[in-house]
């Protein structure tokens, strides 16, 4: 049996350089998780649905997961590891520690991912925007109040202990 044909992928990770040989099927995900052991981006459900995989590719947020890696070719990608910078964390990421929101982490830094690229694309003017445009990102341990309040303290809108909302039975309040 001939080995599986490799192709060549030229991405920036991180700030970093990486020329790679890669099968054509290999998912963005997958090529950061298996082969660059950058595992900050997690698997949660493997197509499409949770958000836990996203990162930014040339700034704008993606489900990882969702793309083959040789798609990717010549883009910049950043991950939940390339956010801090010189050992200070990123806004995002003290502002989710600061209004608690999270748990068993598992979702956070996808959670992080999308609030990066929230914020950047300016569409969020209101609590309930960013509940709408957060919605791609699950989060199964219900930290929902503490992560909209954080990508608001970070986006400067007013999402604070006003912005509850009444609890209906069989929902999760976001
Ligand atoms: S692992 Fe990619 S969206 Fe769930
Ligand atoms: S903090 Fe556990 S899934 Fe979100």
Redesign the pocket.
């Known amino acids: 049996m001939t080995a599986p044909e490799r192709y060549p992928l030229s991405l920036r990770i991180n700030g970093q350089e990486h020329q790679l040989q890669i099968e054509a099927w290999v998912t963005l ?1 997958d090529l950061l998780r298996e082969r660059l052991d950058l595992t900050g981006s ?12 996203t990162v930014l590719v040339d700034g704008k947020r993606i ?4 793309t083959l890696a040789v798609m990717q070719n010549g883009r910049e990608v950043t991950t939940i590891e390339g956010l801090a910078e010189e050992g200070k964390l990123h806004p995002l990421q003290q502002a989710f520690i600061d209004n608690d929101a999270f748990q068993c982490g598992y979702c956070t830094p996808g959670q992080i991912c999308s609030a990066v690229g929230l914020i950047k694309e300016g569409q969020a003017k209101t609590v309930a925007d960013v509940r709408e445009l957060m919605s791609g990102n699950v989060c199964r341990c219900g930290a929902y109040p503490g992560i909209r309040k954080a990508v608001c303290a970070v986006a400067g809108i007013d999402g604070g202990d006003n912005a509850e909302r009444p609890v209906v039975p069989g929902t999760v309040p976001a």
């Open positions: 995900l997690k698997k949660g459900c493997d197509h499409g649905q949770c958000g836990a995989c489900n990882s997961c969702m």
